[in-house]
């Protein structure tokens, strides 16, 4: 399975970036999507995830109520909707994929098998 990400950038605090994870080669059906992030000098930490089959979505705390996990019309892409951005935000941004997770494994990167290249987000205050 590959990803791509893509749909990062500049923008000022209080704007919007969709992001989107696109796989080739399989699509996403019985997979849980999540998206990472990176901020610079911090470790990777859960940003949102969802399970394909259910459509069933999980955030972090710092990005709940401003963020939104949504599939695509097709079942090869995943978005991450992200309204409200604020400088905290800013990271490089990477979708990661892989079947088989247990709930209480969902927020831990290691548990994923398939990582794209990652989209970097800059906010400006």
């Known amino acids: 399975v590959q990803l791509q990400a893509s749909g990062g950038g500049l923008v000022q605090a209080g704007d919007s970036l969709r992001l989107s994870c696109a796989t080739s080669?399989?699509?996403?059906?019985?997979?849980?999507v999540a998206w990472f992030r990176q901020g610079p000098g911090k470790e990777r930490e859960f940003t949102a995830a969802?399970?394909?089959?259910?459509?069933?979505?999980y955030y972090a705390d710092s990005v709940k109520g401003r963020f939104t996990i949504s599939r695509g019309g097709t079942e090869n892409t995943v978005y991450l909707q992200m309204n409200s951005l604020k400088s905290d935000d800013t990271a490089v941004y990477y979708c990661?994929?892989?079947?088989?997770?247990?709930?209480?494994?969902?927020?831990?990167?290691?548990?994923?098998?398939?990582w794209g290249q990652g989209t970097q987000v800059t906010v400006s205050s």
């Open positions: 080669g399989r699509t996403f059906r019985g997979y849980s």
């Open positions: 969802i399970r394909w089959s259910a459509s069933h979505t």
């Open positions: 990661a994929a892989s079947s088989s997770i247990i709930l209480s494994s969902l927020r831990v990167p290691s548990s994923y098998a398939f």
